[in-house]
């Protein structure tokens, strides 16, 4: 807390004195709890002004298109790092040391199965549920493994959930698309990389060997470090919110994910492709942009433009090569690919795509590097979740580490009806 003041005065002549917090980066947070012993709330629809908790995990300038995980950049950390440095780097603070690096990669491999009762758990859905749908009832299954030997407030316990939850995710999200297509479930491999091991699960069958692709395995590597963490996002925000009940840390992650699934969240990458089906055709093309500059038309562009970012999304530069890498091995060239292609070069080059900052995001190029890669386009949120699960570790792990929060309870601006009287009514 800095020394900064702020005064809200109100016209009734009542005036109060508010505290400032100063962050390392970023705007200063006006602090308003005070407000409530004085029967004030603030009004902030959708939290966009408020700051829930301190974090040192993240930090995102939307303006200038910053975000640096524990003070590194994305695109350094997506060229240099792999996927579980970034992951120790999130949950632990600082990068590891080679050693410790090698302990960590061996300790995540050590936890990759799951219960074999839980393979019987995947019998209960439909094969053609959306994988979310399983994907939620199966992380939030975790808990009823991992119920009495969890206790939130023993750091131990805390550490080696995060590793277990880390290390078992590929493995179920790799057994629903595996259910889905009716195949076997592979056991994971644990000499491969995490990434590869992962892809191993997704596409090996017992019939055959499968030799991971090394140019696919470096892009889905960068797909999960690209979607490690961001803040305090909705998924995010979710997990908080059920941690401060003190909820089971599985079925916090499963909240998660649930909050996960909706369009406008990790959704955005499945709707980038849908979109992209739409259009069918490059010759389509300029329908479609006409519509988008229409006001009057509900229709607009998926995969172009951030909530967050008003510039370019520093994701999507490291994303747009790894997309034209993937599409060079495979020599992949579809009507649909074709679409994003020109539809890239539009809003790369078209005035008012420049002016209204609608720039290509990291989902619409983690879409078409998904689509290629041969993972079906239901599959996608999934591999969000399954990326995103270090970065709502870490921040239910540093949330219990500083200790001295509070369960999260929103207040309201009440509009209904006043206090009336209930008479008991005359049945017929």
């Not at 401060?244 to 959704?267: K, M, V, Y």
């Not at 008003?310 to 009507?335: F, I, Q, W």
Request: proline share 5%; aromatic share 10%; with cysteine.
């Amino acid at each position: 807390m800095s020394d900064l003041k702020a005064t809200l005065s109100l016209n009734d002549g009542r005036q109060y004195e508010l505290s400032v917090h100063q962050g390392t980066l970023g705007y200063d947070a006006i602090d308003v709890q005070p407000l409530v012993k004085n029967k004030l709330f603030t009004y902030d629809p959708g939290f966009m002004s408020t700051a829930s908790c301190e974090s040192a995990i993240t930090y995102i300038d939307g303006d200038e298109g910053v975000l640096l995980h524990r003070g590194y950049p994305i695109d350094e950390l997506a060229e240099n790092a792999d996927y579980l440095e970034v992951a120790y780097l999130l949950l632990f603070g600082e990068r590891p040391t080679p050693e410790q690096h090698r302990d960590f990669t061996k300790l995540i491999k050590n936890h990759t199965l799951v219960h074999e009762q839980l393979t019987r758990f995947f019998q209960g859905f439909r094969r053609d549920s959306h994988p979310m749908a399983v994907m939620c009832g199966v992380s939030g299954a975790l808990a009823a493994f991992y119920h009495d030997s969890i206790d939130v407030t023993n750091q131990s316990h805390r550490e080696i959930t995060a590793i277990r939850l880390l290390a078992k995710m590929p493995t179920l999200a790799a057994m629903c698309y595996k259910y889905s297509t009716g195949q076997p479930f592979m056991f994971p491999q644990n000499h491969l990389s995490y990434s590869g091991n992962f892809l191993y699960m997704m596409f090996a069958t017992p019939c055959e060997p499968y030799v991971v692709n090394p140019v696919l395995e470096r892009a889905m590597d960068k797909i999960f470090i690209l979607h490690a963490d961001h803040e305090q996002n909705a998924s995010t925000s979710t997990v908080r919110t059920a941690a401060s009940s003190g909820a089971n840390p599985f079925a916090c992650i499963a909240a998660g994910i649930a909050s996960l699934w909706g369009p406008a969240h990790g959704g955005a990458n499945e709707a980038c492709i849908n979109m992209l089906e739409e259009i069918g055709t490059v010759d389509r093309i300029p329908e479609f942009i006409a519509r988008a500059k229409d006001k009057n038309d509900p229709f607009r562009l998926m995969g172009f433009g951030h909530r967050v970012y008003k510039n370019y999304d520093p994701r999507a530069k490291v994303m747009r090569e790894t997309c034209h890498e993937v599409l060079s091995e495979l020599g992949v060239n579809t009507p649909l690919l074709e679409v994003a292609m020109e539809l890239e070069r539009i809003a790369l080059n078209d005035p008012y795509f420049i002016e209204h900052k609608l720039y290509p995001n990291v989902d619409f190029y983690s879409g078409i590097i998904l689509k290629a890669i041969g993972i079906p386009v239901s599959m996608f949120t999934v591999m969000f979740a399954l990326a995103r699960t270090v970065g709502w570790i870490a921040h239910w792990k540093e949330m219990y580490n500083q200790g001295g929060f509070k369960i999260v309870r929103p207040r309201q601006l009440y509009t209904g009806e006043k206090q009336r009287p209930f008479e008991k009514m005359e049945k017929l």
